[in-house]
């Protein structure tokens, strides 16, 4: 049974191009989880999906983040015009259920750097 | 949210016990105690949880307090490959809870 998937691994973008981060969850998974970890900082929650919908996006700027997770296929964070602030590593986590003993299971992430 | 404190680093050397403390004095009732660690480049993983008995997995022991205020992670035997971040983490049987709140966390270092 394959982990959560993320990809690229890294990223490079220059200032105002856009990056865009997959995430497949593991098989049975329909619960995703981002995190964003900034240098020398603990990973903060940014968004919370199931198939089709947004439920939690109270962590995630109001500004130039998105993020999907459709029906076929992985989830996307997308996060436009990028700024040197957005370097950071993004983290996706997946569960089968939501209940408070069910384990997040996190990819390995994905460095975003901003030039 | 409940917070937790743990202290920020600690030295063990492989082969020996180690025991990882974390103070959690305002938990409620319902707050389920989870460890999760980090190695170097990679993602959290899951250790172990527990509510209000002591717990034991194939990778660690979680000692709770009887007045649940604070709990100790056992790492029986450390090995270099246990050197990680640990994060304590207090998760609420309702609301939100899929919400893990990472702080800082206690880094392992483990001498060979």
């Known amino acids: 049974n394959a982990g959560v998937m993320q990809n690229p691994r890294h990223l490079v973008r220059r200032r105002g191009q856009e990056a865009r981060l997959r995430c497949s969850p593991m098989?049975?998974?329909?619960?995703v989880y981002w995190y964003r970890q900034l240098p020398e900082e603990g990973l903060k929650f940014m968004v919370y999906l199931q198939k089709e919908n947004i439920i939690d996006e109270s962590g995630m700027p109001k500004e130039r983040f998105s993020a999907e997770f459709p029906k076929e296929g992985p989830s996307i964070l997308r996060i436009q015009q990028v700024v040197r602030g957005d370097s950071a590593a993004y983290f996706c986590?997946?569960?089968?259920?939501?209940?408070?003993?069910?384990?997040?299971?996190f990819g390995p992430g994905t460095r975003l750097l901003v030039l | 949210d409940a917070k937790t404190t743990q202290p920020n680093s600690m030295e063990s050397n492989e082969e020996e016990p180690v025991h990882l403390p974390c103070n959690h004095s305002?938990?409620?009732?319902?707050?389920?105690i989870h460890w999760y660690r980090q190695l170097p480049s990679q993602g959290p993983e899951y250790v172990i949880h527990?509510?209000?008995s002591n717990v034991n997995n194939r990778m660690a022991s979680l000692a709770i307090a009887e007045d649940r205020k604070s709990s100790t992670l056992i790492l029986h035997r450390a090995t270099l490959r246990d050197a990680a971040v640990y994060y304590c983490?207090?998760?609420?049987?309702?609301?939100?809870?899929?919400?893990?709140?990472f702080g800082k966390g206690t880094l392992l270092t483990v001498n060979p």
């Open positions: 305002t938990i409620s009732g319902t707050d389920y």
């Open positions: 098989k049975g998974h329909s619960h």
């Open positions: 986590a997946s569960s089968r259920m939501t209940s408070v003993g069910e384990t997040q299971y």
């Open positions: 983490i207090l998760r609420a049987s309702g609301g939100s809870n899929y919400k893990l709140t």
């Open positions: 527990g509510l209000t």
